[in-house]
């Protein structure tokens, strides 16, 4: 079992659909993460949340817009996707932003865009 | 940035032989982190090492941090099942609070 807890865990959408991916922690974590997994690769870091804050975008699409709405949330937005959009979106979290915190990982959500 | 690099890309043993996946990178790092990703799941945070020359045991695992804390590895001994999944070392992006995971160890284990 997971501490991160992430939904849904599967989603298809279209291109021109919006639907949002929410991810949840009740470890007091202070840093939260999205990363973007194809497969066969390892995760690749899209944005990190520090105190509430939006600390990293690695240069990400607009069309993935993340919010954080209290401590313990952490949503992203998705608007007008594409097909190689389409990979495993995992949450993470971390007592506090620093490379030297390990990180803990929700079960992901499987998305595909059709 | 900085690159972790992690061989091999993949393993197959036969249940009961031995594993060992390596981590190298061209920096120092402040610590080094392993997880295990199972097929179908999510990372799962292993162990940290911290000190040079470290050793930390978890049962078969065996997790070792270089003198010189720009290597580490990962040995399982009598592999079973279980340990199927794919391995990635992690250290910190230089300049960064950000970990930057290696490409990963892929292991299968035929019964």
């Known amino acids: 079992d997971t501490e991160v807890t992430q939904t849904p865990k599967h989603l298809v959408m279209g291109m021109t659909n919006k639907k949002s991916l929410k991810c949840e922690q009740h470890?007091?974590?202070?840093?939260m993460y999205w990363y973007k997994q194809k497969a066969k690769k390892p995760p690749e870091l899209m944005f990190v949340?520090?105190?509430?804050?939006?600390?990293i975008n690695e240069s990400v699409p607009s069309r993935f817009s993340p919010e954080c709405p209290n401590s313990s949330l952490l949503n992203l937005h998705l608007h007008a996707l594409q097909p190689e959009d389409s990979a495993l979106y995992l949450c993470a979290s971390s007592r506090i932003h620093d490379s030297n915190q390990p990180q803990h990982f929700g079960d992901g959500t499987r998305l595909s865009i059709l | 940035g900085q690159q972790v690099m992690q061989i091999p890309q993949y393993q197959h043993v036969q249940e009961g032989e031995d594993f060992t996946t390596y981590c190298n990178s061209s920096t120092t790092l402040s610590n080094i982190q392993w997880y295990k990703q199972r097929p179908g799941g999510h990372p799962v945070f292993l162990i940290q090492?911290?000190?040079?020359?470290e050793v930390k045991k978890q049962k078969r695992l065996t997790f070792q941090f270089g003198e010189a804390k720009k290597n580490s590895s990962l040995h399982i001994t009598a592999t079973q099942t279980t340990d199927v999944g794919t391995y990635f070392c992690a250290g910190p992006e230089a300049g960064s609070y950000q970990l930057t995971f290696g490409k990963g160890t892929k292991l299968s284990v035929i019964p």
């Open positions: 949340y520090s105190y509430e804050k939006l600390s």
């Open positions: 090492l911290v000190k040079s020359g």
């Open positions: 470890m007091g974590h202070r840093a």
